[in-house]
């Protein structure tokens, strides 16, 4: 059973699987902080939902990626490349997963449901595919991969809230939830790119072209710092829209021009040290702005 449970946890990508739920749960609260009540139930509901739907997208990615795991060092070892799962098996919890995660956040409100389903369709089945075959994967990676924010803060509310938001209070359920999602999506480039720097020797040995010129070049590097800096900008857009109060707006900065160093750093440098550093940095970065906005949110 112990065995079963430790194959799960590496089909469904634990880790990862768990910081997307983790953004989603605190757009749902910023969502219900906009309505001045937070329903306990639906967080725990949203919770097990993005759980699942997360767990399935990471599956079917696995499933189709199941030849070329095999031949890299970091994932040689997770259980369909390993033998210690068929691919059927994976298939089953996989579509399992996806319809009752999709259920379940139907059961909030049907938005959440939509587009939970389109998340898990165009990170396994386009996003996967284009990894080997174009540096523009991280960018059709970067919008399944902020979604979460935008189905947690929607799932937020009812069917009749939303409807009732749009008559007359539009900026709610728009401006919110798409800020949200702009942070999210611009952290995605810098945090990926450092990411498939550090990996490059490992991503080359099953033929992954997610560095902007596929090469570890000073473009390369260019891009990675020209998109830490765009993070200062796009975080500060809480507080310029008025529901991010000024520790928003301080946190966003010092954040941002930390980031912005070591993006420097690795333009300058053009080493492992320094693309380790931004990675680290993105680990961290965007969970702490999350919480900030969410204790520092000021309700439109």
């Known amino acids: 059973m112990m065995a079963f449970v430790g194959d799960f946890k590496q089909l469904v990508k634990m880790r990862l699987t768990m910081t ?28 097990l939902g993005g759980f699942l739907v997360t767990g399935s997208a990471n599956g079917f990615n696995e499933i189709i990626e199941r030849d070329l795991d095999k031949l890299m060092k970091r994932t040689a070892d997770r259980p369909i ?52 075959k174009s540096p523009i994967a991280v960018f059709v990676g970067a919008f399944p991969g902020a979604l979460p924010p935008l189905i947690g803060y929607y799932a937020a509310f009812s069917q009749n809230d939303l409807a009732a938001f749009s008559q007359h209070n539009a900026a709610a359920i728009v401006i919110i939830p798409l800020v949200l999602f702009a942070i999210q999506f611009v952290w995605q480039f810098p945090h990926f790119w450092a990411i498939a720097w550090v990996l490059d020797d490992d991503y080359k040995r099953a033929g992954f072209r997610l560095l902007p010129t596929g090469k570890k070049d000073a473009v390369s590097a260019f891009m990675v710092f020209f998109s830490t800096l765009l993070m200062i900008p796009v975080s500060l857009l ?62 439109l």
Do not use: E, H
């Open 20 to 47: 997307v739920v983790f953004s989603a749960s605190i757009a749902f609260l910023i969502g219900s902080k906009q309505q001045g009540d937070i329903q306990w139930l639906n967080w725990v509901i949203l919770t």
């Open 81 to 132: 490349p390993a033998g210690r799962m068929t691919t059927g098996q994976a298939l089953v919890l996989s579509l399992l997963m996806g319809i009752a995660g999709t259920y379940t956040l139907v059961s909030l409100n049907f938005i959440a449901g939509l587009l939970s389903v389109f998340s898990i369709l165009l990170y396994a089945f386009i996003y996967t595919p284009l990894k080997q």
């Open 238 to 299: 809480p507080y310029y829209f008025g529901f991010g109060g000024i520790t928003v707006a301080a946190v966003s900065v010092t954040g941002g021009l930390l980031f912005c160093w070591y993006g420097l750093l690795l333009l300058m440098k053009r080493d492992l040290a320094s693309a380790r550093k931004v990675m680290f940095t993105s680990f961290f970065i965007l969970p702490v702005l999350q919480l900030i906005l969410l204790f520092d949110f000021n309700a």
